[in-house]
C-alpha cells in the first residue's frame, strides 16, 4: 500500500510539473529566464478562446496519463479513471458529425477520435492518454508561436507615427499626421518630405516628384500648384492646404496585419485539414484489411498509423516561425502566401528611381570658366550654401568636405525660393541657381554651357550654375546614386538563375546606362503606370512569374499586377499599401535573404509532408505484413511529430546574414574619384 500510495503521488506531481511547463505564459517564462525588476509590469497579451481551448484539453490529458500511469504500476482500477481524456477530443466529434450530416463523409477528426476509443477500450490506457497529451501538447505549442509572432508583428509599429507642422496663426505646431483634418495649412521646408496632399498657399520651392513621375527633374511649385505626399521638398518653403491626409491609424495597420497573418495561417491549416480529410477512406480501406488480416488489435494498429495531423500542426508552426523572424529581420510580410510564391518566381523587375537609386544626390561633375578652377568653384558654392539644408546644398558641401577643400564662410543675403540663393562670400556676391534664376537676374550663360546644361538634365541630372560678381564661373551637375548594395544584389539573382529588368518613368538615357552598368536582362524607359502593369502582365502570361519591386505612386498598378509585391519603408502610401511584403529598411540589402527565406520554407514545408506521408506508409505497411504492435506505431508517430516539430522550428536557429550599407564609405570613394577627374 505504501509503494502503491509512493507511486500514485508521484505520478501527480511528475503530472503537475509536466502541465505547469507547457501552459505557463509567455510572460512567465521571460520572468523566469531573465530578472525583471519588481517595478516593471509585464504586459500579457489577452489569450484568446483557442488557447484557453488547447489548455484546458492538455490539462485532462495530463490528469488521464497521470492516473493511468498510476493504474499501469500500482493500482489498476485507477486506468478506469483515464478515460475522460476522450473529452479533449469532443470538439473534433462535434465538428465531424456537422460534416457527416452536412456532406456525408467522415472527416479526419471523427477517424481519429474513433481510434482512439478503440485504443482505450481494447486497454492501451497509458499509451492512448500519452498521445492525447502529446498532441494537445503541441496544440499549445502552436498557441505559443503563435503570440510570439503577433508580438513581433506589432513590435513593427511600435514606434511612433510621424509629424507635421500645422501653422495656427503666428505659430508653428507639431501634429501627429494621424491627426490632421482637410483644411489644415501644413508648412514644409527644404529638405523634408512633403507630408500630405494639397494645395500650395504661400511661398514656392522646389519639388523632387520623381516618386511619382519616375523623372528625377526638379518641379517648381508656387501658390495654386497642387503636391503630393511622399515627394521631397529640396528647396523653399510651402504652406499647404490639406486635402487627403491619412487616415489609417496606427492600431489599425496592426489590427490589419494581424487579419492578414491569421488569414494566411487559417489558409495554411485549411490545406493540412484537406490532406487529412482526403487521407481518410484510404485509411479506412487499410484498416478493414487489416481487421481481416490481423483482426482488431491489426486493424488499430492500421488506423494509427495515419499520421496526418502531425502537418496540421508543424506546417502553421513552421509559417509563423517564419514570419516571426522575417519580422525581427525588418521584413513585414502583409500577405504570408507570398512566402510561398517568391518561391516560384523566375523574373524580378525594379523600378528605377527611388529603388535602384537613393533620392541622396551626389555630385558626379565640376566645369568652371576660363581662369577659374574646379575646386575654388566647388568650394565657393559650398561656402554659398553653408547654411542651406536642402539636399542639393548638402550633396555640394559633402563633395567639398571629401575632397579636403577649404570651404570659406558665407552669408546669405536673399533666397529665391525654389530658384536660387545670393550669398556673401570672401567678400564676393555670390548666385547660386537654376538657368532660371540666372535669367531672372540678367547673368548669361556661355551657349555652350547652356546646351550641356539641357543634355544633362534630359539625362535626369540637377545642374547648377554659380556666378561671381554678376559673372559665370561655373556649374555643377548632380545626380541620383545607385544603391550601395545593388550591384552585389543583381549579380547574386543572376548567380542564382533569376532574369531582371528595369521599369522607369525616366528617360531612355539614364535608364540606359543604369542597365548596362548593372547589367540588367531588359529595360523600358518613359513607362507610363499603365504601361508597366502591362509589361508585367505580358511576361506574366509567357508564363513567367514575376516579383515587382518598387516605391512610389506609379508603381501601384505594377505591384498589384505582379505575382509577388515588394516595396520599400519610406515609399509612398500606394506603393505600401499596394505591396505584399515592405522592406522595413530604406535599402534594399535584406531582398537577397527574402528570397533565400522562401526558398527555405518551402524545402521546410515539403520535408514536413513527406516525413508525415513515408513515416504513414511505413508504418501502415508495418502493421499490416510485419505485425508491428500498437506500440510500436504510436512511437513512429511521436517520431514523426518531433521530426516535424524540428524543422518547424528551425528557421529560429537559422542563421541571418543581414548585410551593412556602407553608403557614407561610398560616397566618400565617389567624391575621391570625382576629385581625380576634375583635376
Request: with cysteine; proline share 3%; charged share 20%.
Amino acid at each position: 500500500m505504501i509503494i502503491q500510495a509512493f507511486v500514485i503521488s508521484g505520478s501527480v506531481w511528475i503530472g503537475k510539473r509536466i502541465y505547469a511547463e507547457l501552459t505557463k505564459s509567455p510572460a512567465q517564462a521571460d520572468a523566469k529566464s531573465r530578472s525583471v525588476s519588481r517595478d516593471v509590469a509585464v504586459r500579457e497579451e489577452p489569450i484568446s478562446e483557442r488557447e484557453k481551448e488547447s489548455s484546458r484539453n492538455l490539462a485532462i490529458g495530463v490528469s488521464g496519463l497521470t492516473l493511468a500511469i498510476g493504474g499501469a504500476v500500482a493500482a489498476p482500477v485507477l486506468s478506469l479513471f483515464s478515460m475522460p481524456v476522450l473529452w479533449a477530443a469532443l470538439p473534433h466529434v462535434r465538428e465531424g458529425f456537422l460534416e457527416l450530416r452536412r456532406d456525408h463523409r467522415i472527416n479526419y477528426g471523427l477517424f481519429v477520435t474513433g481510434m482512439t476509443a478503440g485504443c482505450m477500450i481494447a486497454g492501451y490506457f497509458v499509451l492512448t492518454a500519452l498521445g492525447v497529451v502529446v498532441y494537445c501538447g503541441s496544440e499549445v505549442m502552436v498557441d505559443r508561436t503563435r503570440r510570439r509572432t503577433r508580438k513581433s508583428l506589432e513590435g513593427m509599429f511600435e514606434d511612433s507615427p510621424g509629424v507635421a507642422w500645422v501653422r495656427s496663426g503666428e505659430v508653428e505646431i507639431s501634429v501627429d499626421l494621424v491627426d490632421l483634418s482637410p483644411g489644415d495649412i501644413v508648412v514644409a521646408r527644404a529638405g523634408e518630405p512633403i507630408p500630405v496632399d494639397g494645395t500650395v498657399v504661400a511661398g514656392a520651392g522646389g519639388v523632387d516628384q520623381s516618386v511619382i513621375t519616375g523623372e528625377s527633374v526638379v518641379a517648381e511649385r508656387t501658390i495654386g500648384d497642387r503636391v503630393f505626399a511622399s515627394t521631397l521638398l529640396l528647396s523653399g518653403t510651402l504652406d499647404i492646404r490639406v486635402e487627403q491626409a491619412g487616415n489609417e491609424t496606427l492600431a489599425g495597420q496592426v489590427a490589419e496585419v494581424l487579419s492578414e497573418m491569421d488569414s494566411f495561417e487559417s489558409s495554411v491549416e485549411h490545406r493540412s485539414v484537406r490532406v487529412a480529410d482526403a487521407s481518410v477512406m484510404p485509411a479506412m480501406a487499410l484498416t478493414a484489411i487489416g481487421w481481416v488480416v490481423r483482426g482488431p488489435l491489426g486493424a488499430l494498429s492500421v488506423a494509427a498509423s495515419n499520421f496526418a495531423d502531425t502537418d496540421r500542426l508543424t506546417s502553421p508552426m513552421s509559417t509563423m516561425n517564419y514570419m516571426h523572424v522575417t519580422a525581427k529581420a525588418g521584413i513585414h510580410i502583409k500577405d504570408g502566401r507570398s512566402l510561398q510564391l517568391l518561391g516560384e518566381v523566375d523574373t524580378i523587375v525594379f523600378d528605377k528611381t527611388g529603388t535602384l537609386t537613393v533620392d541622396r544626390l551626389s555630385v558626379v561633375g565640376v566645369q568652371a570658366a576660363d581662369g577659374w578652377d574646379n575646386d575654388e568653384v566647388l568650394a565657393i558654392c559650398a561656402g554659398a550654401e553653408e547654411r542651406q539644408q536642402h539636399p542639393i546644398a548638402m550633396a555640394i558641401r559633402e563633395a567639398a568636405e571629401a575632397m579636403g577643400l577649404r570651404i570659406p564662410a558665407g552669408i546669405t543675403d536673399t533666397s529665391s525660393l525654389g530658384n536660387g540663393i545670393l550669398s556673401q562670400v570672401e567678400g564676393r556676391r555670390i548666385l547660386v541657381g537654376s538657368p532660371r534664376y540666372f535669367k531672372h537676374e540678367g547673368i548669361s550663360i556661355p551657349t555652350q554651357i547652356e546646351n550641356q546644361s539641357l543634355e544633362a538634365l534630359s539625362e535626369g541630372k540637377t545642374v547648377i550654375h554659380i556666378a561671381s560678381d554678376e559673372q559665370w564661373i561655373g556649374q555643377i551637375t548632380l545626380q541620383s546614386s545607385i544603391r550601395p548594395e545593388v550591384a552585389a544584389m543583381i549579380a547574386a539573382f543572376h548567380a542564382d538563375g533569376y532574369k531582371t529588368a528595369i521599369l522607369s518613368g525616366d528617360h531612355e538615357g539614364p535608364t540606359r546606362r543604369l542597365a548596362e552598368a548593372l547589367g540588367i536582362d531588359m529595360w523600358r524607359a518613359g513607362v507610363l503606370p499603365n504601361e508597366k502593369a502591362n509589361f508585367i502582365e505580358k511576361l506574366q502570361g509567357k508564363g513567367r512569374s514575376v516579383c515587382f519591386v518598387g516605391d512610389g505612386i506609379n508603381d501601384g498598378m505594377a505591384l498589384k499586377a505582379a505575382h509577388v509585391s515588394v516595396s520599400l519603408n519610406g515609399a509612398s502610401l500606394v506603393a505600401t499599401d499596394s505591396a505584399q511584403i515592405v522592406l522595413q529598411q530604406t535599402s534594399l540589402a535584406n531582398l537577397r535573404m527574402l528570397f533565400d527565406l522562401s526558398r527555405c520554407y518551402r524545402r521546410d514545408q515539403k520535408l514536413m509532408q513527406g516525413s508525415m506521408m513515408l513515416t504513414s506508409v511505413l508504418a501502415a505497411g508495418g502493421a499490416l505484413f510485419l505485425h508491428v504492435s500498437l506500440i510500436s506505431i504510436y512511437s513512429m508517430y511521436f517520431a514523426t511529430l518531433a521530426t516535424g516539430s524540428v524543422i518547424a522550428a528551425s528557421p529560429l536557429f537559422r542563421r541571418l546574414d543581414l548585410p551593412a550599407e556602407p553608403i557614407a564609405k561610398i560616397e566618400v570613394d565617389h567624391c575621391h574619384q570625382l576629385k581625380r577627374s576634375t583635376s
